[in-house]
């Protein structure tokens, strides 16, 4: 009985594993199916050679691919069918160099990359109006960033932000900067707000300070996190 239970485990195994594979090989075949059509062209200008192609999806997307050496180098773009765009560069199939996103809503971001990470300055443009720039180090934001409300977005009557980042997290000063010209200032260290920060009004005298997040009896900003 034992060495038929065992048996019958064994074929039981051996059939999982086939339907698994026929599983796997019938989801990689469709996956090939989705591009419908594809058409490479030989480009040449004045320093390389390469391979320009073409594919068009079932979805809508059309992306065009510049190939050399048998890696994507050089230009490409991704079209949506529903308006959004994309245009890049790639060095040995890794994002390299400047990068835009342009969404069908307005929204629109542009980036710098350097070996397939985020390296460098980037600027995101809102559809209400606001900005937000800065810097990249390795696919985290370090150095300074400024977010710049619209005149429509004024959220708390902020108008724009300084903020100083470390390898992805805020490190160093920031400042708040109000409609009617106040701001506020303190300091951050890796991700966490010191304890002391002071308030200014519009002709920089010194209105309150702050201190473990407790101020005194004057009209004060909300605290950002």
């Not at 370090?142 to 429509?152: D, E, M, P, R, V």
Request: with cysteine.
């Amino acid at each position: 009985y034992l060495i038929k239970s065992e048996r019958m485990y064994m074929r039981f195994n051996i059939i999982t594993i086939i339907f698994i594979f026929i599983i796997v090989a019938l989801s990689i075949l469709n996956t090939l199916k989705v591009r419908t059509t594809s058409s490479c062209v030989l480009k040449f200008n004045y320093v390389n050679i390469y391979t320009e192609c073409t594919n068009n999806y079932r979805s809508g997307i059309t992306s065009i691919i510049q190939y050399q050496n048998g890696k994507k180098n050089g230009n490409y773009s991704i079209n949506s069918p529903n308006g959004d765009t994309y245009e890049g560069y790639r060095k040995d199939d890794k994002e390299h160099g400047l990068s835009k996103y342009i969404y069908s809503n307005g929204l629109s971001a542009t980036y710098e990359w350097k070996d397939g990470k985020k390296h460098g300055n980037f600027i995101i443009k809102y559809t209400d109006g606001d900005t937000y720039k800065g810097q990249y180090q390795d696919d985290k934001e370090h150095g300074l960033s400024i977010y710049t409300f619209s005149s429509l977005n004024n959220f708390n009557h902020i108008k724009t932000i300084f903020c100083e980042w470390s390898y992805g997290k805020r490190h160093g000063n920031f400042k708040i900067i109000y409609t009617n010209g106040d701001k506020y200032e303190g300091q951050f260290h890796y991700g966490k707000k010191k304890d002391i920060s002071t308030y200014y009004n519009s002709t920089n005298i010194e209105v309150c300070k702050y201190i473990n997040k407790i101020k005194g009896e004057c009209k004060c900003p909300i605290l950002i996190d």
